[in-house]
């Protein structure tokens, strides 16, 4: 029996995406797993976590803690 090749979902560092590129530069809410909520413009997105800059400054949050992340797309208008 032939191996057939896998595809990989893995970026070029080779590790997988988490689709931080995606939302990078845009305001979010990030639900955290105690149930608070951080929320306000992504600034940065690395390995392990987030810069998002809130109406208090800036907040870095450790993705491990991190539920859910929601976008907010800018309206067309």
Not at 13 to 31: A, I, M, N, T
Not at 40 to 49: K, P, V
């Amino acid at each position: 029996m032939r191996a057939l090749p896998r595809t990989s979902l893995k970026r070029d560092s080779g590790r997988p995406s988490d689709f931080s590129e995606e939302y990078s530069g845009k305001q979010v809410v990030l639900k955290m797993s105690d149930g608070s909520t951080v929320e306000g413009l992504l600034l940065e997105a690395r390995r392990y976590w987030f810069k998002v800059k809130s109406s208090t400054g800036a907040v870095y949050v450790n993705k491990g803690f991190v539920k859910t992340v929601e976008v907010f797309e800018e309206k067309k208008g």
